[in-house]
């Protein structure tokens, strides 16, 4: 630490309280005495009188000091640059750097390739005193347009991994690892993991990251579009999901074959509260009641956008997806038919969502391809409209609002309009 005096009428950077006060140079502070000829004094009583009125000292306070003591003919401080120990700016300035280059200089550990420990400095000199600035960081750059989000919190990692209960025999399909934070504390849990990465950048990043260790064999990379591939087997689906995917992902879960015992996903927080929506809920759906049909969805944990890096633009929520086995005996497509049209306008009836022209008109061509193909012959006066109207008021859904029926209610009419030989698809 260099002790050194400093003519404080030509800066209006320090904060003058006591009888000394530091200086950084070159990223290393110094002691400094504070000069006490009658400009300092000066200086310092008005950036008391500044603190007094609650006002900040800025440069140009400094600048219209320093002009008033010109004025006054004062003489300029007589100890400006003066070291008590005979150091010299540009001495200070050699040592900085050399301190710099050994701390640059110094063995990396092996560990996750994106810890600030392990930021190497590009070598490049910034500002006129060449100190050197830390302006990039080891590994990939991160894709935000491919849902990259990095989740950096071991405790929420460990927590992910947790819910899943998972078992010494358990494979595990996780689908976007990323650098393997959250693969490496499935690893030490499970029998094998099976990870889906598109990006071969962060595909090899994690390779790399297991290599040689007691993990290596244990862990399956699969290279490409999840949404392009058949999913292997798996007991237990864990994922820090890449948003843009969120919903097809979901329900190629849910139609998998075999079912699995269960999953855990990390959603967009809005997506998340959707697919837990009960009947009366504003974010209550199509989404959410597709989905609680073939599946028990509970919400695990609300996780921040802080968590991750670089930090995304909502907030996030994990969430656990168990598969009703046996699954339901519905044909989805019919059932997602007559959904789309109920959910249309969630908040009018039934008998008002089923009137608009093209939706009669659909009706109309599936009941007669139904008629055709089971040798039924159409009345005389047939009429779609009053058909659907009648197995809505037959059953006591006309005045009904999506937004309040649930699955059973669904169901129910489902089967009405099937028995009356009217299908959705």
Request: proline letters at 5%; charged letters at 25%; glycine letters at 6%.
């Amino acid at each position: 630490m260099s002790h050194f005096h400093y003519d404080f009428s030509k800066t209006g950077a320090f904060d003058i309280t006591n009888g000394a006060d530091t200086v950084t140079i070159n990223s290393v502070k110094h002691v400094v005495d504070v000069c006490v000829c009658e400009n300092c004094k000066k200086i310092v009583a008005a950036k008391k009188a500044a603190a007094a009125k609650k006002e900040e000292w800025t440069y140009k306070y400094s600048r219209m000091l320093e002009a008033q003591l010109n004025e006054s003919k004062s003489t300029s401080c007589t100890l400006v640059h003066r070291f008590k120990d005979n150091v010299t700016i540009q001495q200070l300035r050699k040592r900085n750097q050399v301190s710099a280059t050994n701390a640059t200089n110094k063995p990396r550990t092996i560990g996750s390739p994106y810890d600030k420990s392990q930021r190497k400095s590009n070598g490049v000199t910034g500002g006129s005193n060449g100190a050197v600035e830390n302006t990039r960081h080891f590994g990939p750059m991160f894709n935000k347009d491919l849902g990259q989000h990095i989740l950096i919190n071991p405790l929420v990692s460990q927590g992910i991994v947790d819910k899943a209960n998972l078992k010494q025999t358990d494979t595990v399909l996780e689908v976007g690892p990323g650098t393997g934070n959250l693969t490496v504390k499935i690893l030490e849990q499970a029998k094998k993991v099976i990870a889906c990465e598109a990006d071969a950048r962060l595909a090899a990043e994690l390779t790399k990251r297991v290599q040689g260790g007691p993990f290596q064999y244990k862990l399956e990379i699969l290279q490409g579009d999840v949404m392009k591939r058949d999913l292997p087997f798996f007991d237990v689906c864990i994922s820090n999901t890449p948003y843009q995917i969120s919903s097809p992902l979901t329900f190629k879960l849910i139609f998998h074959r075999p079912i699995f015992r269960c999953a855990v996903l990390m959603f967009q927080r809005e997506f998340a509260l959707r697919l837990i929506a009960r009947p009366g809920d504003s974010l209550y759906g199509r989404l959410s009641i597709n989905c609680q049909l073939y599946a028990k969805v509970t919400h695990i944990m609300k996780v921040g956008k802080n968590n991750f890096k670089p930090p995304p633009n909502v907030e996030s929520s994990v969430v656990k997806i168990e598969p009703l086995n046996p699954p339901p005996p519905v044909d989805f497509e019919e059932w997602d038919g007559l959904v789309r049209i109920a959910f249309a306008r969630k908040h009018k009836t039934l008998a008002a969502n089923f009137k608009p022209t093209a939706t009669m008109q659909l009706l109309e061509d599936n009941y007669k391809t139904f008629c055709a193909a089971n040798d039924v012959i159409l009345e005389d006066g047939f009429v779609m409209k009053e058909k659907v109207l009648g197995v809505l008021n037959q059953t006591g859904y006309s005045d009904s609002r999506a937004a309040k029926m649930d699955i059973d209610d669904f169901l129910k009419l489902l089967s009405a309009f099937h028995d009356a030989g009217i299908h959705f698809c």
